[in-house]
């Protein structure tokens, strides 16, 4: 099993629409999440933080559940612009001292007019 | 944050040649990593450069082949080696300040090798 596993979709969705992502993480004692996302020929950049109570930025919603392993991104009311490769980043206990981030294949969303 | 410069943004190369890639951050972090992101593919540690010292190695991925180096807080190297076309990828600087915090990126070395 990979430490951690996102649906590469692509999830095509219209303008408006709401839209969410799973993503899985295999390490119960993984202590910190992301989500960034990345643009076709660009670096990722660090959409939001995801905190144990959740977390929310505008249309963005961020959660975290511990008892099942996973971790979701919800986006309302879809803009084109939100188009892009959402990846999802666990950091599992370091074996040797040093948090490595973990990232997920990531989700491939098109949202069309 | 950490802005993150990273050289050259896309090169070239002849096949067996070796290119350097250079990651500078405008303030000093506690990690450094090297990724490479193949098209369509998500990001494949290659390892950790350790300041002062021998980079870690992720399986698959040798410092003959890889070699890196970290001289000091703020700058990093990747060496890409020996070239052939299976290296064309995309080759990413990431760092952060340890602890599980968040990770930032520079903008990513396009290498095509013919």
């Known amino acids: 099993r990979k430490e951690v596993e996102q649906d590469p979709g692509p999830f095509n969705v219209p303008e408006g629409a709401t839209v969410a992502f799973n993503c899985t993480y295999s390490?119960?004692?993984?202590?910190?999440f992301f989500w960034y996302r990345q643009d076709c020929r660009k670096e990722p950049k660090l959409l939001m933080s995801v905190y144990s109570s959740g977390n929310e930025d505008g249309r963005f919603t961020a959660q975290l559940n511990r008892a099942s392993q996973y971790i979701s991104l919800l986006i309302r009311d879809s803009k084109l612009s939100d188009s892009a490769t959402y990846l999802c980043v666990v950091n599992p206990p370091p074996p040797g001292g040093s948090y490595i981030p973990t990232f997920g294949r990531g989700t491939s969303l098109i949202v069309h007019p | 944050s950490a802005v993150i410069s990273q050289k050259p943004s896309r090169d070239i190369c002849q096949r067996g040649t070796s290119l350097t890639i250079q990651c500078q951050v405008d303030s000093q972090v506690t990690m450094m990593f090297w990724y490479r992101q193949q098209p369509g593919q998500s990001l494949t540690l290659i390892a950790t450069?350790?300041?002062?010292?021998?980079?870690?190695?992720e399986s698959g991925f040798v410092i003959d082949k890889f070699p890196i180096s970290r001289p000091n807080l703020t700058f990093s190297t990747l060496t890409v080696s020996n070239m052939s076309p299976e290296d064309s990828s995309i080759y990413l600087c990431?760092?952060?300040?340890?602890?599980?915090?968040?990770?930032?990126f520079g903008q990513g070395t396009r290498l095509t090798v013919v």
């Open positions: 990431s760092v952060t300040q340890g602890g599980g915090t968040e990770a930032f």
């Open positions: 450069a350790n300041q002062g010292s021998e980079a870690t190695y």
């Open positions: 390490n119960s004692a993984s202590q910190s």
